[in-house]
Protein backbone atom coordinates (compact mmCIF):
# COMPACT_ATOMS: atom_id res chain seq x y z
CA UNK A 1 0.00 0.00 0.00
CA UNK A 2 2.74 2.32 0.87
CA UNK A 3 4.66 2.16 -2.74
CA UNK A 4 0.68 2.15 -3.91
CA UNK A 5 -0.14 5.55 -1.96
CA UNK A 6 3.50 6.86 -3.43
CA UNK A 7 3.03 5.96 -7.08
CA UNK A 8 -0.82 7.28 -6.90
CA UNK A 9 1.25 10.61 -5.18
CA UNK A 10 4.01 10.90 -8.03
CA UNK A 11 1.28 10.74 -10.14
CA UNK A 12 -0.73 13.44 -8.76
CA UNK A 13 1.88 15.91 -8.56
CA UNK A 14 2.38 15.23 -12.45
CA UNK A 15 -0.59 15.19 -13.25
CA UNK A 16 -1.82 18.95 -11.72
CA UNK A 17 1.87 20.04 -12.92
CA UNK A 18 1.38 19.54 -16.31
CA UNK A 19 -2.47 20.25 -16.38
CA UNK A 20 -1.81 23.89 -14.03
CA UNK A 21 1.54 24.83 -15.20
CA UNK A 22 1.08 28.16 -14.43
CA UNK A 23 0.55 27.36 -10.81
CA UNK A 24 4.62 26.16 -10.91
CA UNK A 25 5.91 28.10 -7.67
CA UNK A 26 3.29 27.12 -5.56
CA UNK A 27 3.75 23.09 -6.64
CA UNK A 28 7.34 23.95 -6.07
CA UNK A 29 6.55 24.79 -2.52
CA UNK A 30 4.27 21.77 -2.10
CA UNK A 31 6.73 19.25 -3.72
CA UNK A 32 10.22 20.95 -3.71
CA UNK A 33 11.93 17.53 -5.51
CA UNK A 34 10.08 16.93 -8.45
CA UNK A 35 8.93 13.67 -9.63
CA UNK A 36 10.44 12.75 -12.87
CA UNK A 37 7.89 12.44 -15.68
CA UNK A 38 6.45 9.10 -16.54
CA UNK A 39 3.73 9.11 -19.14
CA UNK A 40 1.90 6.06 -17.44
CA UNK A 41 0.65 7.68 -14.72
CA UNK A 42 -1.18 10.48 -16.17
CA UNK A 43 -4.28 8.98 -17.10
CA UNK A 44 -7.01 10.92 -18.70
CA UNK A 45 -5.17 13.92 -18.26
CA UNK A 46 -2.34 14.51 -20.93
CA UNK A 47 -1.59 18.29 -21.76
CA UNK A 48 0.79 17.76 -24.26
CA UNK A 49 1.05 20.68 -26.70
CA UNK A 50 -0.36 18.13 -29.95
CA UNK A 51 0.10 20.66 -32.38
CA UNK A 52 3.66 20.77 -31.33
CA UNK A 53 4.46 16.94 -32.07
CA UNK A 54 6.03 17.05 -35.59
CA UNK A 55 4.64 13.70 -36.41
CA UNK A 56 1.12 14.98 -35.81
CA UNK A 57 1.35 18.01 -38.13
CA UNK A 58 -1.11 18.27 -40.56
CA UNK A 59 -0.52 16.55 -43.71
CA UNK A 60 1.80 18.90 -46.04
CA UNK A 61 -0.91 18.65 -49.12
CA UNK A 62 -3.84 19.79 -47.37
CA UNK A 63 -3.23 23.29 -46.52
CA UNK A 64 -7.16 23.67 -44.84
CA UNK A 65 -6.01 20.47 -42.90
CA UNK A 66 -6.69 21.38 -38.95
CA UNK A 67 -6.04 19.58 -35.74
CA UNK A 68 -8.95 18.17 -33.76
CA UNK A 69 -9.36 16.28 -30.80
CA UNK A 70 -11.86 13.25 -30.77
CA UNK A 71 -14.67 13.70 -28.06
CA UNK A 72 -16.13 10.13 -27.79
CA UNK A 73 -15.11 6.77 -28.72
CA UNK A 74 -16.15 5.81 -32.35
CA UNK A 75 -15.99 2.25 -33.72
CA UNK A 76 -15.58 1.99 -37.36
CA UNK A 77 -18.51 0.30 -39.38
CA UNK A 78 -16.73 0.10 -42.32
CA UNK A 79 -13.67 0.03 -44.21
CA UNK A 80 -13.89 3.40 -45.09
CA UNK A 81 -14.47 4.97 -41.56
CA UNK A 82 -12.10 5.44 -38.92
CA UNK A 83 -12.02 4.18 -35.46
CA UNK A 84 -11.28 6.72 -32.64
CA UNK A 85 -10.77 6.68 -28.75
CA UNK A 86 -11.87 9.63 -26.78
CA UNK A 87 -8.83 12.22 -26.54
CA UNK A 88 -7.49 10.81 -29.94
CA UNK A 89 -5.91 13.67 -32.04
CA UNK A 90 -6.86 13.69 -35.79
CA UNK A 91 -6.39 16.11 -38.58
CA UNK A 92 -9.44 17.09 -40.38
CA UNK A 93 -8.97 16.68 -44.21
CA UNK A 94 -12.72 17.39 -45.65
CA UNK A 95 -15.81 17.97 -44.49
CA UNK A 96 -19.01 15.81 -46.10
CA UNK A 97 -22.34 16.38 -44.53
CA UNK A 98 -22.22 15.20 -41.27
CA UNK A 99 -18.95 13.38 -41.24
CA UNK A 100 -15.30 14.71 -42.02
CA UNK A 101 -12.23 12.80 -43.61
CA UNK A 102 -9.50 12.66 -41.19
CA UNK A 103 -6.50 11.10 -40.60
CA UNK A 104 -5.83 9.66 -36.73
CA UNK A 105 -2.47 10.92 -35.71
CA UNK A 106 -2.58 9.09 -32.31
CA UNK A 107 -1.54 5.49 -32.27
CA UNK A 108 -1.40 3.85 -35.38
CA UNK A 109 -1.93 6.65 -38.36
CA UNK A 110 -4.99 5.56 -40.30
CA UNK A 111 -7.53 7.70 -42.50
CA UNK A 112 -11.55 7.44 -42.64
CA UNK A 113 -14.96 8.87 -42.10
CA UNK A 114 -15.87 10.01 -38.55
CA UNK A 115 -19.06 12.23 -37.35
CA UNK A 116 -18.45 15.37 -37.10
CA UNK A 117 -20.30 15.60 -33.79
CA UNK A 118 -17.87 13.35 -32.58
CA UNK A 119 -14.59 15.81 -32.50
CA UNK A 120 -13.93 19.07 -30.92
CA UNK A 121 -11.58 21.48 -32.43
CA UNK A 122 -8.01 21.30 -30.68
CA UNK A 123 -8.10 25.61 -30.39
CA UNK A 124 -11.39 25.40 -28.94
CA UNK A 125 -10.46 22.31 -26.67
CA UNK A 126 -9.27 25.16 -24.14
CA UNK A 127 -12.38 27.04 -23.65
CA UNK A 128 -13.99 23.64 -23.63
CA UNK A 129 -13.02 22.04 -20.49
CA UNK A 130 -13.46 18.37 -20.26
CA UNK A 131 -14.95 18.99 -16.12
CA UNK A 132 -17.09 21.36 -17.43
CA UNK A 133 -20.97 20.38 -18.22
CA UNK A 134 -23.49 23.44 -19.25
CA UNK A 135 -27.14 22.72 -18.96
CA UNK A 136 -26.54 19.26 -17.11
CA UNK A 137 -29.05 19.28 -13.70
CA UNK A 138 -28.45 17.40 -10.68
CA UNK A 139 -30.09 14.32 -11.72
CA UNK A 140 -28.57 14.30 -15.02
CA UNK A 141 -25.54 14.66 -13.40
CA UNK A 142 -26.06 11.80 -10.96
CA UNK A 143 -26.82 9.34 -13.71
CA UNK A 144 -23.77 10.30 -16.03
CA UNK A 145 -21.51 9.51 -13.09
CA UNK A 146 -22.78 6.02 -12.34
CA UNK A 147 -22.85 5.39 -16.27
CA UNK A 148 -19.98 3.80 -17.19
CA UNK A 149 -17.13 4.04 -18.30
CA UNK A 150 -17.45 6.57 -15.58
CA UNK A 151 -16.16 5.41 -11.70
CA UNK A 152 -15.08 6.16 -8.20
CA UNK A 153 -13.45 9.65 -8.61
CA UNK A 154 -15.13 10.77 -11.74
CA UNK A 155 -15.82 14.50 -11.37
CA UNK A 156 -18.10 17.78 -13.62
CA UNK A 157 -18.89 20.94 -12.97
CA UNK A 158 -22.18 22.26 -14.01
CA UNK A 159 -24.73 25.17 -13.14
CA UNK A 160 -26.18 25.82 -10.18
CA UNK A 161 -30.11 25.02 -10.58
CA UNK A 162 -30.51 26.91 -7.39
CA UNK A 163 -28.84 29.65 -7.51
CA UNK A 164 -28.09 31.33 -11.53
CA UNK A 165 -24.62 32.48 -12.42
CA UNK A 166 -23.07 29.95 -9.89
CA UNK A 167 -22.04 26.44 -9.96
CA UNK A 168 -22.01 23.00 -8.28
CA UNK A 169 -19.45 20.44 -8.07
CA UNK A 170 -20.67 16.71 -8.73
CA UNK A 171 -18.70 14.21 -7.52
CA UNK A 172 -18.88 9.81 -7.60
CA UNK A 173 -18.12 8.64 -4.29
CA UNK A 174 -17.99 4.50 -5.14
CA UNK A 175 -21.99 3.78 -5.98
CA UNK A 176 -22.88 7.69 -4.97
CA UNK A 177 -22.77 10.95 -6.00
CA UNK A 178 -22.23 14.17 -3.93
CA UNK A 179 -22.60 17.75 -4.58
CA UNK A 180 -21.00 20.54 -3.85
CA UNK A 181 -22.31 24.56 -4.33
CA UNK A 182 -19.59 26.39 -5.45
CA UNK A 183 -20.74 30.07 -4.21
CA UNK A 184 -19.46 33.54 -5.59
CA UNK A 185 -18.06 36.22 -4.19
CA UNK A 186 -18.56 39.52 -5.27
CA UNK A 187 -15.60 40.50 -6.54
CA UNK A 188 -15.90 37.29 -8.78
CA UNK A 189 -14.37 34.76 -6.34
CA UNK A 190 -15.01 31.30 -5.83
CA UNK A 191 -15.79 29.29 -2.85
CA UNK A 192 -16.89 25.80 -1.61
CA UNK A 193 -15.80 26.46 2.17
CA UNK A 194 -16.38 30.00 3.11
CA UNK A 195 -12.97 32.01 3.59
CA UNK A 196 -11.00 29.70 0.87
CA UNK A 197 -11.94 31.59 -2.49
CA UNK A 198 -9.93 30.94 -5.62
CA UNK A 199 -10.07 33.63 -8.48
CA UNK A 200 -11.80 31.05 -11.11
CA UNK A 201 -12.22 27.43 -11.26
CA UNK A 202 -9.04 26.16 -12.41
CA UNK A 203 -7.81 27.14 -9.49
CA UNK A 204 -10.26 25.47 -7.08
CA UNK A 205 -10.38 22.54 -8.72
CA UNK A 206 -6.69 21.88 -8.33
CA UNK A 207 -6.91 23.01 -4.93
CA UNK A 208 -9.41 20.39 -4.43
CA UNK A 209 -7.69 17.68 -6.57
CA UNK A 210 -4.73 18.02 -3.83
CA UNK A 211 -7.33 18.60 -0.63
CA UNK A 212 -9.93 15.89 -1.53
CA UNK A 213 -10.62 15.45 1.47
CA UNK A 214 -13.00 17.83 2.11
CA UNK A 215 -15.10 16.96 -0.47
CA UNK A 216 -15.09 13.35 0.76
CA UNK A 217 -13.53 11.65 -2.73
CA UNK A 218 -10.44 12.54 -4.86
CA UNK A 219 -11.17 14.27 -8.26
CA UNK A 220 -9.83 11.79 -10.12
CA UNK A 221 -11.11 12.38 -13.58
CA UNK A 222 -13.33 14.58 -15.64
CA UNK A 223 -17.09 12.86 -16.38
CA UNK A 224 -16.82 11.15 -20.22
CA UNK A 225 -19.66 12.67 -21.53
CA UNK A 226 -22.00 9.96 -23.35
CA UNK A 227 -21.61 9.98 -27.27
CA UNK A 228 -24.61 11.66 -29.33
CA UNK A 229 -26.26 8.93 -31.61
CA UNK A 230 -24.58 8.60 -35.00
CA UNK A 231 -25.97 9.82 -38.18
CA UNK A 232 -29.31 11.09 -36.18
CA UNK A 233 -28.95 14.26 -38.68
CA UNK A 234 -30.04 11.81 -41.63
CA UNK A 235 -33.66 12.09 -40.50
CA UNK A 236 -34.76 15.30 -41.19
CA UNK A 237 -38.17 17.50 -40.51
CA UNK A 238 -39.90 17.68 -44.11
CA UNK A 239 -40.74 21.44 -43.49
CA UNK A 240 -36.91 21.59 -44.34
CA UNK A 241 -37.19 20.97 -48.11
CA UNK A 242 -39.47 22.51 -50.55
CA UNK A 243 -40.54 20.85 -53.72
CA UNK A 244 -40.24 22.81 -56.93
CA UNK A 245 -40.36 21.36 -60.21
CA UNK A 246 -41.00 17.88 -61.01
CA UNK A 247 -38.17 15.67 -62.67
CA UNK A 248 -39.65 12.68 -63.58
CA UNK A 249 -41.18 9.59 -62.27
CA UNK A 250 -40.23 5.93 -61.12
CA UNK A 251 -42.14 2.89 -60.05
CA UNK A 252 -41.93 3.86 -56.56
CA UNK A 253 -43.29 7.53 -56.97
CA UNK A 254 -42.38 10.86 -58.44
CA UNK A 255 -38.68 12.87 -58.46
CA UNK A 256 -38.81 16.45 -57.64
CA UNK A 257 -36.47 19.17 -57.60
CA UNK A 258 -36.31 20.81 -54.78
CA UNK A 259 -34.52 23.56 -51.84
CA UNK A 260 -32.86 22.23 -48.61
CA UNK A 261 -33.06 24.98 -46.22
CA UNK A 262 -33.76 27.66 -49.07
CA UNK A 263 -30.57 26.97 -49.95
CA UNK A 264 -28.82 24.13 -52.14
CA UNK A 265 -30.57 22.50 -54.52
CA UNK A 266 -31.55 18.75 -54.07
CA UNK A 267 -33.43 15.83 -56.07
CA UNK A 268 -35.94 14.48 -54.06
CA UNK A 269 -37.60 11.34 -54.46
CA UNK A 270 -41.31 11.02 -52.97
CA UNK A 271 -41.86 7.52 -52.00
CA UNK A 272 -45.37 6.23 -50.79
CA UNK A 273 -44.50 4.68 -47.33
CA UNK A 274 -46.35 1.52 -48.40
CA UNK A 275 -44.15 0.84 -50.67
CA UNK A 276 -41.35 -0.29 -47.87
CA UNK A 277 -41.24 -2.24 -44.63
CA UNK A 278 -39.77 0.45 -42.20
CA UNK A 279 -37.32 -1.51 -40.81
CA UNK A 280 -36.06 -2.96 -44.63
CA UNK A 281 -35.74 1.06 -45.01
CA UNK A 282 -33.49 1.77 -41.78
CA UNK A 283 -31.12 -1.07 -42.68
CA UNK A 284 -31.02 0.15 -46.18
CA UNK A 285 -30.34 3.59 -45.41
CA UNK A 286 -27.19 2.90 -43.15
CA UNK A 287 -25.85 1.30 -46.16
CA UNK A 288 -26.72 3.75 -48.82
CA UNK A 289 -25.00 6.14 -45.95
CA UNK A 290 -21.73 4.59 -45.68
CA UNK A 291 -21.22 4.50 -49.89
CA UNK A 292 -19.34 7.28 -50.96
CA UNK A 293 -17.97 7.95 -53.91
CA UNK A 294 -18.25 11.03 -56.89
CA UNK A 295 -19.10 8.36 -58.82
CA UNK A 296 -22.48 7.46 -57.03
CA UNK A 297 -25.31 9.42 -56.24
CA UNK A 298 -25.10 11.31 -52.95
CA UNK A 299 -27.87 10.72 -50.10
CA UNK A 300 -28.18 13.87 -48.22
CA UNK A 301 -30.99 13.02 -45.88
CA UNK A 302 -34.42 11.56 -45.48
CA UNK A 303 -37.76 12.81 -44.29
CA UNK A 304 -39.05 8.74 -43.06
CA UNK A 305 -41.57 10.07 -39.92
CA UNK A 306 -44.79 10.12 -41.26
CA UNK A 307 -45.93 9.74 -45.20
CA UNK A 308 -45.01 10.29 -47.81
CA UNK A 309 -41.34 9.42 -47.76
CA UNK A 310 -38.47 11.52 -48.89
CA UNK A 311 -34.86 10.36 -50.13
CA UNK A 312 -33.36 13.38 -50.68
CA UNK A 313 -29.97 13.24 -52.95
CA UNK A 314 -27.70 15.52 -54.96
CA UNK A 315 -29.61 17.10 -58.09
CA UNK A 316 -28.49 15.71 -61.37
CA UNK A 317 -29.44 19.12 -63.59
CA UNK A 318 -29.24 16.88 -66.98
CA UNK A 319 -31.43 14.31 -65.90
CA UNK A 320 -30.81 10.12 -66.94
CA UNK A 321 -28.09 9.78 -69.21
CA UNK A 322 -30.67 7.79 -71.74
CA UNK A 323 -32.59 10.61 -72.78
CA UNK A 324 -29.86 12.84 -72.26
CA UNK A 325 -27.92 11.05 -75.05
CA UNK A 326 -30.54 11.24 -77.22
CA UNK A 327 -31.16 15.36 -76.87
CA UNK A 328 -29.86 17.89 -78.73
CA UNK A 329 -26.66 18.27 -76.48
CA UNK A 330 -25.92 14.32 -76.25
CA UNK A 331 -26.12 13.87 -79.81
CA UNK A 332 -23.41 16.14 -80.25
CA UNK A 333 -21.21 14.20 -77.97
CA UNK A 334 -17.84 12.94 -79.95
CA UNK A 335 -16.44 9.39 -79.42
CA UNK A 336 -14.05 10.97 -76.79
CA UNK A 337 -16.64 12.13 -74.72
CA UNK A 338 -18.82 8.71 -75.06
CA UNK A 339 -15.63 7.22 -73.64
CA UNK A 340 -14.93 9.21 -70.72
CA UNK A 341 -18.88 8.71 -69.83
CA UNK A 342 -18.05 4.66 -70.08
CA UNK A 343 -15.28 4.95 -68.02
CA UNK A 344 -17.04 7.43 -65.41
CA UNK A 345 -19.57 4.38 -64.85
CA UNK A 346 -16.83 1.56 -64.85
CA UNK A 347 -14.54 3.78 -62.15
CA UNK A 348 -18.16 4.35 -59.67
CA UNK A 349 -19.21 0.03 -60.20
CA UNK A 350 -14.94 -0.50 -59.62
CA UNK A 351 -16.44 0.96 -55.93
CA UNK A 352 -19.37 -0.99 -55.59
CA UNK A 353 -17.36 -4.15 -56.57
CA UNK A 354 -14.78 -3.34 -54.06
CA UNK A 355 -17.49 -3.41 -51.70
CA UNK A 356 -19.29 -6.16 -53.08
CA UNK A 357 -22.26 -4.46 -54.19
CA UNK A 358 -24.04 -5.73 -56.49
CA UNK A 359 -26.22 -3.26 -58.74
CA UNK A 360 -28.88 -5.23 -60.35
CA UNK A 361 -30.06 -2.56 -62.48
CA UNK A 362 -27.16 -0.80 -64.27
CA UNK A 363 -28.90 0.55 -67.43
CA UNK A 364 -28.33 4.37 -68.92
CA UNK A 365 -31.83 5.05 -67.57
CA UNK A 366 -29.72 4.81 -64.08
CA UNK A 367 -27.48 6.67 -64.61
CA UNK A 368 -27.29 10.80 -63.99
CA UNK A 369 -25.57 13.39 -65.87
CA UNK A 370 -24.20 16.55 -64.59
CA UNK A 371 -22.71 19.72 -65.67
CA UNK A 372 -19.21 19.29 -67.68
CA UNK A 373 -20.39 15.67 -68.29
CA UNK A 374 -20.53 14.51 -64.73
CA UNK A 375 -22.07 10.71 -64.51
CA UNK A 376 -22.88 9.40 -61.26
CA UNK A 377 -24.65 6.08 -60.50
CA UNK A 378 -28.00 5.95 -59.11
CA UNK A 379 -30.55 3.43 -57.92
CA UNK A 380 -28.46 1.50 -55.87
CA UNK A 381 -28.88 0.53 -52.37
CA UNK A 382 -32.41 1.33 -51.75
CA UNK A 383 -34.03 1.28 -54.57
CA UNK A 384 -32.64 -1.95 -55.37
CA UNK A 385 -34.24 -3.22 -51.97
CA UNK A 386 -37.28 -1.52 -52.91
CA UNK A 387 -37.19 -3.77 -56.37
CA UNK A 388 -36.18 -7.28 -54.51
CA UNK A 389 -39.95 -7.53 -53.66
CA UNK A 390 -41.39 -7.05 -57.28
CA UNK A 391 -38.60 -8.71 -59.11
CA UNK A 392 -39.14 -12.07 -56.85
CA UNK A 393 -42.88 -11.62 -56.37
CA UNK A 394 -44.15 -11.03 -59.83
CA UNK A 395 -42.18 -13.52 -61.68
CA UNK A 396 -39.55 -12.09 -64.47
CA UNK A 397 -41.66 -9.99 -65.95
CA UNK A 398 -40.63 -6.72 -63.91
CA UNK A 399 -36.95 -7.31 -64.61
CA UNK A 400 -35.25 -5.35 -67.31
CA UNK A 401 -34.52 -8.59 -69.32
CA UNK A 402 -32.65 -6.86 -72.56
CA UNK A 403 -29.83 -5.42 -69.97
CA UNK A 404 -29.75 -8.76 -67.93
CA UNK A 405 -27.44 -11.55 -67.98
CA UNK A 406 -28.59 -14.95 -68.92
CA UNK A 407 -28.01 -16.56 -65.86
CA UNK A 408 -30.31 -13.60 -63.98
CA UNK A 409 -32.42 -14.03 -66.28
CA UNK A 410 -33.09 -18.02 -66.08
CA UNK A 411 -32.11 -18.31 -62.62
CA UNK A 412 -32.43 -15.06 -60.35
CA UNK A 413 -28.44 -14.92 -60.13
CA UNK A 414 -27.40 -11.88 -59.43
CA UNK A 415 -23.44 -11.48 -58.90
CA UNK A 416 -21.13 -8.55 -59.45
CA UNK A 417 -20.82 -10.30 -63.13
CA UNK A 418 -23.86 -10.01 -64.25
CA UNK A 419 -23.73 -6.11 -63.60
CA UNK A 420 -20.68 -6.27 -66.00
CA UNK A 421 -23.09 -7.69 -68.74
CA UNK A 422 -25.33 -5.05 -68.08
CA UNK A 423 -22.44 -2.68 -68.55
CA UNK A 424 -22.00 -3.96 -71.86
CA UNK A 425 -25.77 -3.26 -72.78
CA UNK A 426 -24.67 0.59 -70.81
CA UNK A 427 -21.76 0.85 -73.49
CA UNK A 428 -23.78 0.24 -76.40
CA UNK A 429 -26.64 3.04 -75.28
CA UNK A 430 -23.80 5.17 -75.01
CA UNK A 431 -22.53 4.16 -78.59
CA UNK A 432 -26.08 4.63 -80.31
CA UNK A 433 -26.95 7.29 -78.42
CA UNK A 434 -29.50 6.06 -76.66
CA UNK A 435 -30.98 3.45 -78.63
CA UNK A 436 -32.91 0.59 -77.13
CA UNK A 437 -31.23 -2.77 -77.23
CA UNK A 438 -32.52 -5.66 -79.44
CA UNK A 439 -35.01 -3.39 -81.21
CA UNK A 440 -37.68 -4.75 -82.51
CA UNK A 441 -37.44 -8.10 -80.41
CA UNK A 442 -39.44 -8.54 -77.14
CA UNK A 443 -38.09 -9.65 -74.14
CA UNK A 444 -38.45 -13.60 -75.07
CA UNK A 445 -37.02 -13.95 -77.90
CA UNK A 446 -34.15 -11.68 -76.57
CA UNK A 447 -33.52 -14.74 -74.21
CA UNK A 448 -34.17 -17.28 -76.67
CA UNK A 449 -31.69 -15.23 -78.97
CA UNK A 450 -29.12 -14.99 -76.43
CA UNK A 451 -29.30 -18.39 -75.04
CA UNK A 452 -28.36 -19.29 -78.68
CA UNK A 453 -25.59 -17.45 -78.75
CA UNK A 454 -27.04 -14.07 -80.66
CA UNK A 455 -25.04 -11.24 -79.31
CA UNK A 456 -26.02 -7.38 -80.64
CA UNK A 457 -23.95 -6.13 -83.36
CA UNK A 458 -21.31 -3.40 -83.41
CA UNK A 459 -23.28 0.19 -84.03
CA UNK A 460 -21.82 1.46 -87.14
CA UNK A 461 -20.77 5.00 -84.50
CA UNK A 462 -18.83 2.15 -82.24
CA UNK A 463 -15.30 1.66 -82.49
CA UNK A 464 -14.12 -1.87 -82.79
CA UNK A 465 -11.93 -1.83 -79.07
CA UNK A 466 -15.21 -1.09 -77.48
CA UNK A 467 -17.12 -3.50 -79.15
CA UNK A 468 -14.34 -6.06 -78.44
CA UNK A 469 -15.13 -4.79 -74.55
CA UNK A 470 -18.73 -5.16 -74.79
CA UNK A 471 -18.37 -8.64 -76.08
CA UNK A 472 -16.22 -9.77 -73.29
CA UNK A 473 -19.14 -8.10 -70.73
CA UNK A 474 -21.39 -10.75 -72.96
CA UNK A 475 -19.56 -13.47 -72.37
CA UNK A 476 -22.14 -16.50 -71.61
CA UNK A 477 -20.11 -18.07 -68.64
CA UNK A 478 -20.19 -15.22 -66.24
CA UNK A 479 -16.54 -15.81 -64.65
CA UNK A 480 -15.23 -15.25 -68.20
CA UNK A 481 -16.00 -11.64 -68.05
CA UNK A 482 -13.82 -8.84 -67.05
CA UNK A 483 -13.99 -7.49 -63.82
CA UNK A 484 -14.72 -3.85 -63.54
CA UNK A 485 -11.63 -2.88 -62.32
CA UNK A 486 -10.02 -4.55 -65.49
CA UNK A 487 -13.25 -2.34 -67.40
CA UNK A 488 -12.24 0.63 -65.85
CA UNK A 489 -8.73 0.28 -66.69
CA UNK A 490 -9.04 -0.49 -70.52
CA UNK A 491 -11.36 2.25 -70.98
CA UNK A 492 -9.17 5.03 -69.34
CA UNK A 493 -6.13 3.94 -71.26
CA UNK A 494 -7.84 4.08 -74.28
CA UNK A 495 -9.43 7.43 -73.58
CA UNK A 496 -5.58 8.96 -72.61
CA UNK A 497 -4.44 7.14 -76.24
CA UNK A 498 -7.50 9.16 -77.93
CA UNK A 499 -7.05 12.01 -75.69
CA UNK A 500 -3.66 12.86 -76.70
CA UNK A 501 -3.85 11.64 -80.28
CA UNK A 502 -6.34 14.86 -80.53
CA UNK A 503 -4.37 17.46 -78.70
N1 LIG B 1 -30.80 13.05 -58.39
C1 LIG B 1 -31.45 13.36 -59.50
N2 LIG B 1 -31.15 14.47 -60.17
C2 LIG B 1 -31.81 14.80 -61.31
N3 LIG B 1 -32.78 14.05 -61.84
C3 LIG B 1 -33.12 12.91 -61.22
C4 LIG B 1 -32.49 12.51 -60.01
N4 LIG B 1 -33.03 11.33 -59.64
C5 LIG B 1 -33.94 11.03 -60.56
N5 LIG B 1 -34.03 11.97 -61.52
C6 LIG B 1 -34.91 11.98 -62.69
O1 LIG B 1 -36.14 11.39 -62.34
C7 LIG B 1 -36.39 10.26 -63.15
C8 LIG B 1 -37.11 9.20 -62.33
O2 LIG B 1 -36.19 8.69 -61.39
P1 LIG B 1 -36.50 7.40 -60.53
O3 LIG B 1 -35.24 7.02 -59.85
O4 LIG B 1 -37.71 7.58 -59.71
O5 LIG B 1 -36.96 6.37 -61.59
P2 LIG B 1 -36.17 5.44 -62.55
O6 LIG B 1 -34.88 5.02 -61.96
O7 LIG B 1 -36.15 6.10 -63.89
O8 LIG B 1 -37.19 4.26 -62.58
P3 LIG B 1 -37.41 3.11 -61.53
O9 LIG B 1 -37.13 3.64 -60.17
O10 LIG B 1 -38.81 2.72 -61.73
O11 LIG B 1 -36.41 2.09 -61.98
C9 LIG B 1 -35.03 9.82 -63.66
O12 LIG B 1 -35.13 9.14 -64.87
C10 LIG B 1 -34.30 11.14 -63.81
O13 LIG B 1 -34.58 11.71 -65.04
Known amino acids: PGVEAASF??????????????????????????????????????????????????????????????????RARSAEELSVSRGDKVCVLKEEGDYVLAKRLSGEPALGYIPASYIVKISEETSHQPWYFSGVSRNEAQYLLLSPPNQHGSFLIRDSESNRGEYSLSVRNHAKVSHFRICKEPDGGMYIQKGQAFPNMQELLTFYTVNWKVVQCPLLQPCIPKAPPVRDSWE?????????????????????????????????????????????????????KRLKHER????????????????????????????????????????????????????????????????????????????????????????????????????????PVKWTAPEVANYHTYSLKSDVWSYGILLYEVFTYGQTPYEGMTNQETIQQISMGYRLPRPSTCPPEIYCIMLECWKGNAEERPAFIVLREKLCSLYRRLHSSLS
Not at 384 to 397: E, N
Request: charged share 25%; aromatic share 10%; proline share 5%.
Open 9 to 74: GAGMEQLVRKRFSFFTSFWNKLWPNPVSADSSSLGYFDPDPVALRPDLEPVPDSPSASLFSALYDF
Open 236 to 288: RPRSEFILGRKLGEGYFGEVWEGLWKNMVPVAIKVIKQADMKAEDFTKEIQNL
Open 296 to 399: LIQLHAVCSVGEPLYIVTELMRKGNLQSYLSSLEGKALRTLHLISIACQVADGMTYLEEQHIVHRDLAARNILVGDNLTCKIADFGLARLLKDDIYSTSGSTKI
